[in-house]
């Protein structure tokens, strides 16, 4: 933890500024996304049709990212997590075969994980 200072000609609250800094930020988490939690062992692809896929798939995975930083931003979410901590809560959730009639379920969630999810209005029981 620690201080940050912004400077600022603006007629607006501090908060906001903050904010609009934090979308800032919020590409340039986009790009550390793709670099590290992409795998890219894909791009030393041998064919075409392959090296397409593996860059549609990282354009879709963007794309998800993206709405989840939006879905944080439209319930003011933002200002306590960021989609990095979201993506850390929900590692760990899986869908398990029950082998019953009943068929998939979704793991155990932790309160504090099912409390952000419901406020971001995903339902992984759907």
Known sequence: MGYFSFCSNLDVPAKEIYLSYKQRWDIEQCFDYLKNSVSTTASYAHSDDYFRGWTFLNHVSL?????????????????????????????????????????NQVSAIQKKTREVLEAINVDLLR
């Open 63 to 103: 794309l998800y990212y993206y709405g989840l930083l939006n879905a944080l931003r439209n319930t003011r979410m933002d200002e306590k997590y960021s989609a990095q901590d979201v993506l850390k809560l929900t590692k760990n959730i899986y869908l398990v075969n029950t082998g019953s009639s009943a068929g």
